[in-house]
């Protein structure tokens, strides 16, 4: 091919496709004059990927699992639980950072589940864990994964999420959380709530707060077919003898039938609040949403023993029940307000009895 068909064809194309002449200037390599120094060809006489390969070895890598000591953290710190574990699943040097003391799934779980505590382990950050050693040893990913999937679930004998059968009378079925008053106290922005849903029903179900793994021998009872928040506390156990009150910050609404929605109780600032919402059921058998409601705040904790507080569900008599913990966490469905009637004593009615007399009935 000769030079002037060449320099025809490159004309055409330039004319054509006035970016072709800008990319190709880009792309072909520069020529270098004859008396170029030995230093300054390897520079001018690189392709631009090249030049880039170059300069990569010549500069430090600064990938991002090189820079733990502080941006790395800062950053993953902003990921929920779900992303953390996708970037674990991404590269193993970021799993094992993030399992680290002081790393993303320590500072996750510590915000999560402050002011909880798991049956058999502790808070999340573990009673003995202020030391560095010991905190150096814990796998914080799986003790995150535990405590999610422990926390809103119920003990022996139900051992799980969800209750199908109450086998005896009064039972109670106790949850694998409790409630830590003391930390909570010290974070007054804070709060856990517990919500519970009740699908079938074919008795009574209540939800409780007791005090009886510090020592206690009291409880506040949430019923929500009646609207009624009760006290009490064990005076003696044989003959049995029990004193409380109660009061009713909100109407009676299923008229002898078993209540079917959801009921939670909430704790912040050292007071207690309950809510309820019920499943209205049709002649068609659809079933409609009620609103949320709530007792408000109705009573501190002087009523307790000790800074443990344990959620349980009471059943007043045994049969087919479908009951599942819904969450455990720390917003409600809607803020209560410190309920002022309720805190004063002279509004709770009394309601004590002795094993010899019929149980008060609201």
Same mark, same amino acid.
């Not at 068909?5 to 004859?34: G, I, M, Q």
């Not at 520079?43 to 820079?67: C, D, G, I, K």
């Given at each position: 091919?000769?030079?002037?068909?060449?320099?025809?064809?490159?004309? #055409?194309?330039?004319?054509?496709?006035?970016?072709?002449?800008?990319?190709?200037?880009?792309?072909?390599?520069?020529? &270098?004059?004859?008396?170029?120094?030995?230093?300054?060809?390897?520079? &001018?006489?690189?392709?631009?990927?090249?030049?880039?390969?170059?300069?990569?070895?010549?500069?430090?890598?600064?990938?991002?699992?090189?820079?733990?000591?502080?941006?790395?953290?800062?950053?993953?710190?902003?990921?929920?639980?779900?992303?953390? /574990? /996708?970037?674990?699943?991404?590269?193993?040097?970021?799993?094992?950072?993030?399992?680290?003391?002081?790393?993303?799934?320590?500072?996750?779980?510590?915000?999560?589940?402050?002011?909880?505590?798991?049956?058999?382990?502790?808070?999340?950050?573990?009673?003995?864990? /202020?030391?560095?050693?010991?905190?150096?040893?814990?796998?914080?990913?799986?003790?995150?994964?535990?405590?999610?999937?422990?926390?809103?679930?119920?003990? /022996?004998?139900?051992?799980?999420?969800?209750?199908?059968?109450?086998?005896?009378?009064?039972?109670?079925?106790?949850?694998?959380?409790?409630?830590?008053?003391?930390? +909570?106290?010290?974070? +007054?922005?804070?709060?856990?709530?517990?919500?519970?849903?009740?699908?079938?029903?074919?008795?009574?179900?209540?939800?409780?707060?007791?005090?009886?793994?510090?020592?206690?021998?009291? #409880? &506040?009872?949430?019923?929500?077919?009646?609207?009624?928040?009760?006290?009490?506390?064990?005076?003696?156990?044989?003959?049995?003898?029990?004193?409380?009150?109660?009061?009713?910050?909100?109407?009676?609404?299923?008229?002898?039938?078993?209540?079917?929605?959801?009921?939670?109780?909430? +704790?912040?600032?050292?007071?207690?609040?309950?809510?309820?919402?019920?499943?209205?059921?049709?002649?068609?058998?659809?079933? #409609?949403?009620?609103?949320?409601?709530?007792?408000?705040?109705?009573?501190?904790?002087?009523?307790?023993?000790?800074?443990?507080?344990?959620?349980? +569900?009471?059943?007043?008599?045994?049969?087919?029940?479908?009951?599942?913990? &819904?969450?455990?966490?720390?917003?409600?469905?809607?803020?209560?307000?410190?309920?002022?009637?309720?805190?004063?004593?002279?509004?709770?009615?009394?309601?004590?009895?002795?094993?010899?007399?019929?149980?008060?009935?609201?």
């Amino acid at each position: 091919m000769t030079c002037a068909k060449v320099y025809s064809e490159t004309n #055409s194309l330039d004319e054509a496709c006035p970016w072709a002449f800008h990319v190709r200037r880009v792309l072909e390599p520069k020529k &270098v004059p004859c008396d170029a120094g030995v230093e300054a060809s390897p520079l &001018v006489n690189l392709w631009p990927l090249q030049r880039h390969t170059e300069v990569q070895a010549q500069v430090p890598s600064a990938a991002l699992q090189n820079l733990e000591d502080g941006p790395y953290f800062v950053v993953l710190g902003f990921l929920d639980a779900n992303s953390l /574990a /996708a970037a674990d699943a991404a590269c193993q040097t970021f799993r094992t950072l993030n399992m680290l003391a002081g790393g993303p799934w320590q500072d996750l779980g510590t915000e999560l589940f402050r002011g909880l505590e798991l049956e058999d382990e502790g808070t999340f950050q573990g009673e003995g864990c /202020a030391d560095p050693d010991c905190a150096a040893r814990v796998d914080w990913r799986g003790r995150f994964a535990r405590f999610r999937w422990a926390l809103p679930s119920f003990r /022996a004998p139900f051992n799980g999420p969800e209750i199908h059968c109450v086998e005896q009378a009064d039972e109670i079925a106790y949850c694998r959380c409790r409630l830590r008053a003391d930390i +909570l106290s010290r974070q +007054l922005n804070t709060g856990i709530y517990l919500e519970v849903e009740v699908i079938t029903n074919p008795d009574n179900v209540s939800v409780a707060v007791v005090d009886f793994e510090a020592g206690g021998c009291s #409880s &506040v009872t949430f019923s929500p077919d009646t609207g009624a928040v009760i006290r009490e506390r064990k005076v003696r156990e044989v003959p049995r003898k029990v004193e409380g009150a109660y009061i009713q910050p909100l109407a009676t609404i299923t008229a002898g039938q078993g209540f079917e929605g959801c009921m939670g109780v909430y +704790l912040s600032g050292g007071n207690l609040a309950f809510f309820r919402r019920h499943y209205r059921h049709s002649d068609d058998n659809q079933v #409609s949403l009620g609103p949320w409601e709530t007792t408000g705040f109705v009573t501190d904790l002087s009523w307790a023993e000790g800074a443990r507080l344990t959620p349980c +569900l009471a059943f007043r008599n045994e049969g087919s029940y479908r009951v599942r913990m &819904v969450c455990v966490g720390h917003s409600p469905p809607i803020l209560p307000e410190k309920n002022t009637a309720a805190f004063e004593e002279g509004n709770w009615s009394s309601l004590d009895w002795d094993a010899t007399e019929q149980d008060a009935e609201l």
